[in-house]
């Protein structure tokens, strides 16, 4: 960005480059990312692309194809994620006579509860919507395989608790904390490999993490307790 020119001074002197704090720098930076999140997820269909390209690459083709929409109403939400650098292109291929376009996300997003709220109602229930179904499927298709609980450090847990607003604040941060560590877990685990260290092994892991306003919490009866009810 250009530096702009002082006002005041003996004119014709040397023009003085303007001094930004590192923090405004950073504030500056996040708030342009911030906007670019909210740009870019602001349509429905842009979250559905943005969700598949966040899990493996594919073509305008392939996402038209999946997501049952026109290629060119895809191609246009396509360049709107391009546009905004949430997507990239990571490779090209000979396609009938033409030339096919492979993307892939280019970050992966966690969009805090404040910034969610700035989203189009639509496209919130679009992107969590489409997540839940993800994990559903992802679970289901552990279990059936038997990958689930292969290894003996699998997690499983679920913990009701009664916050306030704060709190609720606090568990936000955390999570995000958490996604920002296992990701950096996956590039640890990348080098050692890379290096002939560790194991060698490439294990493919999911992570879920969900903190909701709960209608049951922990009145919740489990499957165990209501498959007793039923037999007495």
């Known amino acids: 960005m250009a530096a702009k020119k002082e006002s005041g001074g003996k004119a014709g002197g040397p023009s003085k480059r303007a001094k930004q704090n590192p923090r ?15 740009k870019a997820l602001a349509h429905p269909l842009r979250v559905e692309i943005l969700a598949i ?12 194809q999946e997501l049952k929409e026109g290629l060119s109403q895809v191609s246009y939400h396509i360049k709107v994620l391009k546009d905004y650098s ?18 892939r996300a280019s970050e992966k997003v966690f969009v805090p509860a404040w910034l969610m709220k700035m989203i189009p109602k639509s496209a919130q229930q679009q992107m969590f919507g489409d997540v839940l179904a993800d994990i559903e499927q992802d679970v289901g298709t552990a279990l059936e395989k038997g990958t689930f ?10 913990d009701p608790r ?3 607003g704060k709190g609720c604040e606090d568990a936000e941060k ?5 996604f920002k560590r296992y ?5 640890e685990a990348a080098s050692r490999r890379a290096n002939g260290e560790g194991d060698g092994e490439a294990i493919s892991t999911t992570a879920v993490v969900l903190v909701f306003g709960s209608a049951l919490g922990k ?3 489990s499957s165990k307790t209501k498959r007793k009810k039923k037999r007495s």
Not at 28 to 37: C, E, F, G, P, T
Not at 183 to 187: C, F, S, V
């Open 24 to 38: 405004d720098q950073r504030e500056a930076s996040s708030r342009s990312l911030d906007q670019r999140i909210i």
């Open 53 to 64: 390209l966040n899990d493996r690459m594919a073509s305008p083709n392939e996402l038209s």
């Open 86 to 103: 949430m997507i990239e292109m990571v490779k090209t291929a000979p396609r009938r006579g033409a030339v096919e376009h492979y993307y």
């Open 149 to 158: 609980d292969q290894r003996q450090d699998w997690v499983v847990g679920r």
């Open 162 to 164: 009664i916050l306030d």
């Open 174 to 178: 955390e999570a995000a904390i958490f």
């Open 183 to 187: 990701e950096e877990i996956e590039t």
């Open 219 to 221: 009145g919740l009866k």
